[in-house]
């Protein structure tokens, strides 16, 4: 059996998937296996489990790193590292394993995780080791000629290890190996050490080794084909069977039979039954369950009105009793539901586990961090919600608390927390200073090589061009959970590919051979993990980017009973606590969120017009669409979209919006599920409906409900089909009903077999309510506050993203489509963040470049103290000493925000270095600790002026749109204006697309729930704009930079700037010729040519054409060689001034050269907007194809007031049958042609 083995954990080392590796080891009929990946335990506990399940023996291992001389060393000099390969033989030497690689990442990392020999002497008991590969210590002392030193490291280790340490034999046909084999041999004789034989095992079979040489090279950043890089020396490294290794050392017989006396000798073992949470600290006497039970009434008492004679009280038992007997129905159901619910956490074990929740909770609450509605099926227990853990009703909603935690399933409780992301590590960090700093830690997780991404890696190693693994990568379909081989299945193209291009064959056999391996190990963005007594006697522990984490992921963590939790750092909270605070500042106006009774008809009928900027969870296009169409009434209309806008319930949208709208067109298979489907118009959306019918229907209790629900969706047929039957007819155990099923409570078979068989159906894509209605409790607040109080709220979401251009650029965008002004940064009336000033937004001085926090936070404090800053000299006075330095001074110059001196920009960038000086050396002048150095200044005299009788030059103001270009140097934004105000009309003309629709749809990405974007970038919808698509687009040219090919040609990059963002053009050499003449900065053009969509870079358009914008006039591009062509601009139709929200995207472009045909003859289609436009085009397919010219289509959107070309495959003949049907499907007042034949 093997002993020295690396799985796909050595990461980009070894390729072997674990379950594959132990598959083939029991073909080859071994009992035992030993996992020892590179100084990690990461695979550890899932070879395991793999081990125990196919019958095979597993050995827990690592192969680590040994330094020299000193682990604490930084330096190769004299402290070189070598290799040992350690397994663990029991308990003790598990436990030491665990120490010897966490200490080695912890306190020994350099270049590898190393412990020291002494370490090692301190923790060998319980390890058996073996000496490992050409690069162990006393095989490299061989190899080198120093034998003394291989003998004396032998002794070392022989002396060090007394449950055993052997001289490893390997074989991969190198001659080194050879030589330290026989040398090997030879001190084993003399030291009386005992000999084994391994192979150094990387991957799985000897066709590996083309797949495994990639991987290297995917490592190492290299190519198959560069002579000089990483390679393994033979094709040897693979799993060979038994009879392979009696033929390599047959000669060695000891060796061989050496394998299995270790794995006789090694016994350890995972207990997955144990649960290692924490005693939370009380005081000496206090009974946790009484403790527990005394917070959740003291909450009850606040949040049922029912129970308000308690509130102010001290919680004592006395009182809690008089809670108890009370007869009014609420509370008679309140205590019930809270006396279950507490009994079970008694009984499985986790009242320390709430108790530690309710406590950094408080901790949070008490020190003004705010906390989220709750996440995941947590919402569902009353209990967290007494506790202010979660925040939403589970009673009011009919969350169930089995769904959370089964009575009747064994499982950890798992709450996770939202909390402000400005302020998450303050939570944290209380954690670790009340477990201590050893006790916790932070969780890993691994980067895999996914399908698309592994087969570009695995072409770049291949050394294929770009353009050909993008094509092929591109062929794998954007879905959920997609492979290779399903992509294959799916994609008839890439198929096609695959099986007519041995290139292509190779690429994609080599891709499937990767995909799916752990690509690298980060730190999970949320997951802590708590414990009583130090993690490292739990679980091995390494350094991530200075934070401290697992080595084993957080799947594994609960199954070995650890206690988990996420801290989430979510900036929706963010965004209303400062909302909240401003309207009290600006409005006098207390808003307390947690109050909100979720009933008020105006925020649902915002959501429902589409105005859903800055809403938590419906401000994607998608979501803001169905909102439209639900025209949602009530929370539990937002909880039911929350559910529904994901793969797999999107096709019950269309139902549940029709059943919404026609109540009474609703019917039940049996009147029993009525009370459970009514909420949502009859159909089943959540899991917890699903536990309901079988609890309701069939007599299930709610634990085993919960189980059946399980079942379902992850589709195991044979326990279905069992529950199927139980379903129905019930289950009796010696005599007595457990399960009484549909039968006996007087359902038809008939209609219980329809219902089990929905139930099986849609289980696997039902969604936790509990969940979504805590989501929908921050979407209605985010809802709330966007439509009584849109400038605050819009100030606040600027300044969750402060300092970052795009974003900011959207939201003042937006806020200007509202009518709300964003007035310019101004050292007398600005602050450090955004603020609200009447019904303007004032810009935050901190999104000026290199102005730090602190030193704006100490310039607003002067300005608090000592008034307004009358002139710039008293500016400079007053602030030089806080920390105003030249750069400070020239970036709040260029920006703007000492315009209100009034002084030019450029005066003042002429004269502030020398003023600052001056300033500075008076300062040092006054002595130190007399006077304030304000006070100095006045007791001189500063003039009013400049100061210190400095006069202005009087030099002329920069042109506006220099200014502008200062504004966006220091804010990435132009504040003043813009220089293409003056050009909105030639843009739109001419603009098929604009610069925010080639962003991705995740500039919001960070307000939203990363679950739900994870499913929306999965929904496998056609993107609007499409690599290779031909667009034009009109802007500013900037940032020009040329450069020589290989080939000794001229090509340019540039940046395109429109109003709403910009994009990088790509000039190249067979195109750069003809237009390095329009190449000049701040030149405003319209180009025209193809877009390039790569997944890792941002969109750029790959420049064909190039013509100059003229004011009133549109350009059109050149027709052959001629010059470029204008005509007239004709004047759009004023817009309403009623803001609409920012402009949707427009409906897919595809804009080429006209002939002069296509630009005298058009069809105009005439929509309200985008969406209806979508839903109406689907099925012209046909008739479009029927009616196949030369004409091109328009699509003409009201509300956008623009009109789009559609693709050339929709040019049409204008005949009068065509325009006859269009007229029939869109009505005669929405379909117009233009040109010589109009009216025919």
């Known amino acids: 059996m093997h002993l020295h083995l690396h799985t796909e954990y050595s990461l980009l080392d070894g390729s072997g998937k674990i379950k594959e590796m132990v598959a083939r080891a029991k073909e080859l009929n071994m009992d035992a296996l030993a996992i020892t ?22 050995i827990l291992g690592s192969e680590i790193y040994v330094c020299a001389s000193d682990m604490h060393k930084r330096t190769l000099h004299d402290n070189a590292i070598h290799h040992l390969v ?20 912890l306190s020994g990392f350099y270049y590898k995780p190393r412990v ?15 000496s490992a590969c050409l690069g162990g210590e006393v095989q490299e002392n061989f190899n080198h000629g120093q034998n003394e030193k291989a003998r004396a490291a032998a002794l070392f280790y022989k002396e060090t290890f007394q449950d055993g340490f052997y001289l490893e034999l390997q074989d991969h046909g190198l001659a080194e190996q050879k030589k330290v084999n026989a040398l090997n041999i030879e001190l084993a004789r003399e030291l009386d050490i005992p000999l084994v034989c391994t192979n150094d095992v990387h991957y799985i079979r000897p066709e590996d080794v083309k797949s495994h040489d990639v991987l290297l090279c995917i490592q190492t950043q290299t190519a198959v084909d560069e002579s000089d890089r990483m390679k393994y020396p033979s094709p040897e490294f693979y799993l060979k069977s038994p009879e392979q290794m009696w033929d390599l050392f047959k000669e060695v017989p000891s060796a061989l039979t050496a394998t299995r006396r270790i794995a006789d000798e090694c016994f350890f073992d995972y207990d997955f039954t144990q649960k290692h949470v924490p005693t939370f600290d009380l005081p000496e006497g206090v009974d946790h369950g009484e403790a527990l039970e005394a917070l959740c009434y003291e909450g009850l008492a606040q949040k049922y009105e029912v129970f308000s004679f308690a509130r102010g009280q001290k919680m004592t038992q006395s009182l809690v009793a008089r809670m108890k007997e009370q007869e009014d129905p609420k509370a008679k159901t309140l205590n019930e539901r809270l006396q279950y619910e507490l009994s079970v956490l008694n009984r499985m074990g986790y009242v320390d586990y709430f108790l530690i929740v309710w406590d950094f909770i408080k901790f949070a609450d008490d020190h003004g961090i705010p906390t989220g509605a709750g996440r995941g099926s947590a919402a569902a227990s009353l209990v967290a919600y007494t506790l202010n853990i979660t925040k939403i009703d589970p009673i009011a909603y009919q969350l169930l608390f089995e769904r959370f935690l089964n009575p009747e399933r064994i499982s950890m409780p798992d709450i996770d927390s939202d909390f402000c992301y400005e302020r998450r590590q303050e939570v944290i960090d209380y954690v670790v200073e009340k477990y201590g700093q050893g006790n916790v830690a932070q969780i890993i997780t691994f980067g895999t090589m996914a399908a698309r991404a592994c087969i570009r890696d695995v072409g770049r190693a291949m050394g294929y061009p770009y353009g050909e693994v993008d094509q092929i990568a591109k062929m794998v379909p954007q879905v959920l959970g997609i492979t290779i081989d399903k992509a294959l299945t799916m994609n008839p193209e890439l198929q096609g590919a695959y099986e007519k291009d041995p290139r292509v064959q190779e690429l994609i056999n080599i891709s499937r051979r990767l995909e799916g391996l752990p690509r690298h190990a980060s730190t999970h963005a949320a997951g802590v993990v708590i414990s009583g007594h130090p993690l490292v006697e739990e679980v091995p522990l390494q350094a991530n980017d200075g934070a401290i984490v697992t080595q084993f992921p957080m799947g594994t963590l609960e199954e070995l009973g650890l206690l988990k939790m996420d801290f989430l750092g979510l900036r929706t909270l963010t965004v209303m606590q400062d909302a909240v605070e401003m309207i009290r500042e600006n409005r006098g106006v207390d808003i307390a969120l947690d109050a909100l009774d979720f009933e008020d008809p105006e925020v649902y009928q915002m959501i429902g017009e589409g105005h859903t900027v800055g809403v938590f969870q419906l401000e994607s296009a998608g979501m803001t669409s169905f909102m439209k169409e639900l025209k949602p009434e ?26 919404k709208h026609h109540p009474e067109q609703v019917t039940y ?19 917890e409906q699903v536990m309901q019918i079988v609890q309701n229907l069939a007599g299930y209790s709610l634990g085993r409900a919960d189980l059946v629900r399980r079942a379902m969706s992850k589709k195991k047929h044979d326990v279905m089909e069992k529950e199927r039957k139980n379903f129905i007819e019930g289950i009796v155990e010696d005599g007595v009903i457990k399960v009484a099923g549909t039968r006996r409570r007087g359902i038809p078979d008939e209609a219980a077999e329809k219902i089990f068989d929905q139930m099986d159906f849609f289980a696997s894509y039902a969604f936790n309510k509990a969940h979504a209605a805590a989501y929908a409790v921050i979407g209605y607040q985010t809802a709330y506050l966007m439509h009584y109080y849109p400038v605050e709220c819009i100030a606040a979401m600027l300044n969750s993203f402060i300092g970052s251009a795009d974003k900011a650029h959207f939201y003042i965008r937006y806020a200007k489509s509202l009518g709300i002004d964003v007035l310019p940064p101004d050292i007398n009336e600005s602050k450090t963040r955004f603020t609200v000033k009447g019904n303007s937004i004032s810009f935050g001085l901190g999104g000026i470049k290199n102005l730090g926090f602190s030193f704006l936070d100490a310039v607003i404090a002067v300005r608090q103290d000592k008034g307004h800053f009358q002139s710039f000299g008293e500016f400079v006075a007053a602030t030089e000493e806080v920390g105003l330095n030249k750069r400070a001074c020239e970036c709040l110059i260029k920006s703007g925000a000492l315009d209100g001196f009034g002084v030019a920009r450029a005066s003042l960038l002429a004269v502030y270095e020398r003023l600052l000086e001056s300033y500075s050396a008076k300062r040092r002048s006054v002595i130190k600790g007399q006077l304030s150095f304000f006070e100095a200044s006045e007791a001189l005299g500063a003039p009013k002026g400049l100061g210190l009788g400095l006069e202005a030059p009087e030099l002329p103001e920069f042109p506006l749109k220099d200014r502008l270009q200062m504004e966006k140097e220091m804010t990435g934004l132009y ?22 629709d080639l962003q991705s749809d995740g500039l919001l990405d960070d307000v939203r729930d990363e679950a739900s974007l994870h499913l929306e970038q999965n929904l496998g919808e056609d993107p609007l704009y499409r690599d290779g698509m031909r667009v034009t687009m009109g802007g500013i040219v900037t940032g020009i930079t040329r450069k020589i090919t290989k080939k000794n040609t001229m090509m340019a990059f540039a940046v395109l700037e429109d109003p709403t963002g910009e994009v990088e053009l790509v000039i190249f050499p067979q195109s750069y010729e003809s237009l390095k003449g329009f190449l000049r900065e701040d030149e405003v053009v319209a180009v025209s040519g193809r877009l390039q969509m790569r997944e890792e870079e941002g969109a750029k358009i790959l420049v064909e054409d190039i013509v100059p914008i003229e004011r009133g006039k549109t350009p059109l591009f050149r027709l052959g060689k001629g010059r470029p062509q204008t005509r007239r601009t004709l004047a759009p139709e004023k817009k309403s001034p009623e803001p609409q929200g920012p402009p949707s995207k427009p409906v897919p472009p595809s804009k080429g050269k006209e002939t002069a045909q296509e630009a005298a003859d058009k069809i105009y289609l005439r929509f309200s907007d985008r969406e209806t436009a979508q839903a109406n085009l689907r099925d012209l397919g046909d008739l479009l194809r029927a009616h196949s010219g030369s004409i091109p289509l328009y699509l003409y959107l009201a509300k956008e007031q623009r009109a789009y070309r559609m693709g050339p495959g929709s040019c049409v003949d204008g005949s009068p049958e065509l325009l006859r049907e269009l007229q029939g499907l869109f009505g005669s007042e929405n379909v117009k042609r233009s040109g010589p034949r109009e009216g025919a």
């Open 37 to 58: 990946d590179h100084g990690v335990m990461y695979g550890c506990v899932e070879f395991y489990k793999a081990c125990k399940t196919a019958g095979i023996k597993p």
């Open 669 to 687: 298979l049996t009147p029993e599920l009525e009370p459970i489907l009514n909420v949502t118009y009859g159909v089943m959306i959540y899991q």
């Open 975 to 996: 504040l003043s204006g813009h220089p293409l105000d003056e050009y909105q009309e030639e843009l739109a003309a001419v603009s098929t697309v604009y610069a925010d």
């Open 86 to 105: 350690l397994l663990v033989k029991n308990q003790t030497g598990y436990q030491n394993l665990m120490k010897i690689v966490s200490e080695g990442s």
């Open 634 to 659: 009530s929370l539990e209309d937002i909880i039911a979209g929350i559910s529904l806008y994901r793969p797999g319930p999107m096709a019950e949208i269309p139902r549940y919006i029709e059943n």
């Open 116 to 130: 020291d020999h002494d370490f090692l002497a301190r923790h060998s008991e319980g390890l058996i080791a073996l």
